[in-house]
C-alpha cells in the first residue's frame, strides 16, 4: 500500500514566479526507503517540506495536485495533525533545536510533553531512541554545546522518539565523520526494515546505493529519473546534469571508455566495482 | 609564511579538554587537509591560527607573529578563516559590499579593494551576483559569498572549515578550484573536512586528528592508505583508495588517474 501518494503536485513559494516543484507524481510503499537525489536548488528541501506538510502549512504559497501522506490529505489536515504521522529532521539541526532546553534530555522529551505523552513512558522513548543513535552519553548536555554532528543525531533522535509512521530527513549527516555516517545509515536501514517509511534527501551517493530500495533524481523542481539505485545512479545523464555520482561508478566509465570493463552495468558499490574488475582479470588470464 | 605550533593545548572553561598536545609546521604555500573524527578537536585547532582562540598552554606562531600578541583584527591580515555555516559570517545587504568588507577593513586603499573584491568574485563565479543580498542566495551559493569575502582579504594562510558541506557537485568543483588557484598563487591552504575524496582529490598533505591529538600525518597517500589507524579517529579511506587495496594493488592510489594507471600498467599485465 502507498503510503505517501503525490499527484500532480506544483508548488510556489510566496512572491516567487518559478515553481520549486513542478508537476510532481509519487508513490511510496509503506516500508519503503526512499532516497532523493539533485542538485542544489533542484527541489529536495522542497519535497521534503511538502511531504513534512510544512508546505504549505508553514511556509504558505500556492499547492497544486493533492499530497496524501499516511491517510491525510495536505489541504485538510493541520500541521499538528500532520507531525504525529510524518516526522522531519532539517538539513541544518541548529534550525531544529528548539532554544527552550537547556539538556539534550529535555530537548528530546519536548516534542512528546507537547502531546501530551505520560512521564514514565516518554522517558523510556528517550533513552530507547538515545540507545538507539547512540548519544546516551550526551544526555546532560546543552544541545548548543555540541558539534555539528552530534547535533544532527540530536535532531535525529527527537523526531525518532515521536515514533512517525514516514520518517523525512534532509541531509541528515551532512556534518558529520565518515563511520558516523555509516552508523547513522545503518539505524535508518533497520527502521526502515521495522516497517517505518524513510525518505532522504542526500548527496552521499555512496550510501545510498547501499542502503535505499529506490532512488528519485530531481531537477528542475521535476523528476528527471525514478528506479532502482543501480540503475538510477549509473544513468549516463546525471553526470550531464551536475548530479554526483558514485567514484566507482564513474572511474568504471573512464575505464570502460579504455575498454577495461567487461559488464553491461556499471558498478554503483564498492562490492560490484571489487567483481566487475575481478572478472576483467580473470577474462584476460584466461 | 610558515605556521608553527608547539605543544598546543586547549581546555574549554566547561572543561572540555579538546586540544591535548598538538605540535606542527605548515610551509608556506602547502595545501594541508585535516580529517578526523567529530569533537577530535579539528575546528578548535584552526580558530588557534587566527587567534579566535588562545592556547591554554604552548604556543602558535603565524610567521614572526605569536598570536598571544596579536589581536584576531591583526590576525586577520594573515590568516582568512571561512566558517563551516556561511549564515555565522554573512551580514551585508549585497554580495559586493560584503565581499568589500574584509579589505576595506584592513585598510587596503580603494583600488586594491576594487580589485581585490573583482578577483573574489570572478574565482567563486559570483560576478553576475554583486548586487543580490546573500540572504537570497541558495546556501550552495552563501558559502560562495562566505568564501569570496574572505579571498578578497588577499591573506598568505586561508583556512576552510568543511567547505564542501552539504554542497552539491557542481558546487564542490567550483570549491575545488579555488583551491587549486591558491595553490598557483602560493598561498597556504588548511582545510577541515569529513568528505574524504574531496581530500583525496585535493590535498597533498593530510593530518588526521582523534581525540585532541594528532593520530598520523604526512603525504596523502600514505595517510590515507593507512585504513586501521583511519578507522580509529571514524574515517574511511577515499573510494579509489579502498576498491585498490581490495583488488590487491601494490601502492595506495588516491584518485582517477592513480587509479587508471595502476589498473592498466600494473594491475592487467
Redesign the interface.
Same mark, same amino acid.
Given at each position: 500500500m502507498a503510503i505517501v501518494n503525490l499527484q500532480n503536485v506544483t508548488y510556489k513559494y510566496p512572491l516567487t514566479d518559478m515553481p520549486a516543484l513542478q508537476d510532481i507524481n509519487l508513490q511510496v510503499e509503506d516500508g519503503e526507503f526512499l532516497a532523493l537525489i539533485g542538485p542544489n536548488g533542484a527541489g529536495k528541501s522542497t519535497l521534503c517540506y511538502t511531504l513534512a506538510g510544512f508546505v504549505p502549512h508553514f511556509f504558505k504559497g500556492e499547492l497544486a495536485g493533492t499530497v496524501e501522506v499516511a491517510g491525510m490529505e495536505s489541504h485538510n489536515a493541520t500541521l499538528s495533525e500532520w507531525v504525529l504521522n510524518v516526522g522531519l529532521a532539517f538539513q541544518n539541526p541548529f534550525n531544529q533545536i528548539s532554544g527552550a532546553k537547556y539538556t539534550v534530555f529535555e530537548e528530546l522529551a519536548f516534542g512528546l510533553e507537547n502531546i501530551g505523552v505520560p512521564r514514565q513512558e516518554m522517558k523510556r522513548r528517550v533513552e530507547d531512541a538515545m540507545r538507539l543513535t547512540g548519544i546516551s552519553d550526551l544526555a546532560e548536555r546543552s544541545p548548543y554545546s555540541l558539534s555539528g554532528g552530534q547535533q544532527q543525531r540530536v535532531a535525529l533522535t527527537s523526531i525518532l522518539v515521536m515514533q512517525p509512521k514516514v520518517l523525512v530527513l534532509d541531509e541528515p549527516t551532512s556534518q558529520m565523520d565518515p563511520i558516523g555516517t555509516r552508523e547513522v545509515f545503518g539505524v535508518i536501514r533497520s527502521l526502515a526494515e521495522q516497517g517505518m517509511t524513510v525518505i532522504l534527501a542526500e548527496h552521499k551517493v555512496e550510501w545510498i546505493a547501499e542502503f535505499a530500495d529506490r532512488v528519485v533524481a530531481l531537477k528542475d523542481g521535476a523528476i528527471l529519473l525514478d528506479g532502482s539505485p543501480a540503475d538510477v545512479l549509473t544513468s549516463p545523464v546525471l553526470p550531464e546534469y551536475g548530479f554526483g555520482i558514485s567514484r566507482y561508478t564513474s572511474v568504471a566509465r573512464r575505464a570502460q571508455e579504455m575498454g577495461f570493463w567487461n559488464g553491461e552495468k556499471l558498478p554503483v558499490t564498492l562490492e560490484e566495482a571489487v567483481d566487475g574488475f575481478a572478472s576483467l582479470r580473470e577474462k584476460g588470464r584466461g | 609564511m610558515r605556521s608553527e605550533i608547539n605543544d598546543l593545548h586547549f581546555t574549554y572553561p566547561?572543561g572540555v579538554e579538546a586540544l591535548r598536545g598538538i605540535s606542527l609546521s605548515i610551509e608556506s604555500g602547502e595545501q594541508v587537509a585535516i580529517v %578526523? #573524527?567529530?569533537?577530535a578537536g579539528k575546528?578548535t585547532l584552526v580558530k588557534h591560527l587566527n587567534g579566535l582562540l588562545q592556547p591554554t598552554r604552548g604556543q602558535v606562531m603565524i610567521g614572526d607573529w605569536n598570536t598571544r600578541e596579536h589581536s584576531v583584527a591583526k590576525l586577520a591580515s594573515r590568516v582568512g578563516y571561512v566558517f563551516?555555516?556561511p549564515d555565522e559570517q554573512l551580514f551585508s545587504k549585497n554580495v559586493g559590499t560584503e565581499v568589500a568588507f574584509g579589505p576595506k577593513n584592513l585598510g587596503f586603499d580603494g583600488e586594491r579593494v576594487q580589485a581585490l573584491v573583482k578577483d573574489a568574485l570572478r574565482l567563486t563565479e559570483l560576478s553576475d551576483k554583486t548586487e543580490t543580498n546573500p540572504y537570497d542566495l541558495?546556501?550552495?551559493w552563501r558559502k560562495m559569498v562566505a568564501l569570496a569575502s574572505i579571498l578578497s582579504m588577499d591573506t598568505e594562510i586561508v583556512v576552510f572549515d568543511?567547505p564542501t558541506? %552539504? #554542497?552539491?557537485?557542481?558546487?564542490?568543483r567550483r570549491i575545488a578550484n579555488v583551491i587549486a588557484e591558491l595553490r598557483k598563487r602560493g598561498k597556504t591552504v588548511i582545510t577541515i573536512t569529513?568528505d574524504?575524496?574531496f581530500c583525496a582529490e585535493n590535498f597533498e598533505r593530510v593530518i588526521a586528528m582523534a581525540q585532541g591529538k594528532i593520530l598520523l600525518e604526512g603525504k596523502a597517500n600514505d595517510v590515507l592508505g593507512e585504513e586501521e589507524i583511519l578507522?580509529r579517529?571514524?574515517?574511511?579511506p577515499?573510494?579509489?583508495t579502498?576498491?585498490g587495496k581490495?583488488?590487491g594493488f601494490k601502492n595506495t592510489v588516491r584518485n582517477?588517474e592513480e587509479?587508471?594507471n595502476a589498473?592498466?600498467n600494473h594491475?592487467?599485465r
Open positions: - | 566547561t %578526523g #573524527q567529530n569533537g575546528t563551516q555555516n541558495s546556501v550552495t568543511e558541506t %552539504g #554542497q552539491d557537485a557542481m558546487s564542490v569529513h574524504i575524496d578507522a579517529t571514524y574515517v574511511d577515499p573510494q579509489l579502498r576498491l581490495r583488488l582517477q587509479f587508471l589498473l592498466k594491475w592487467l
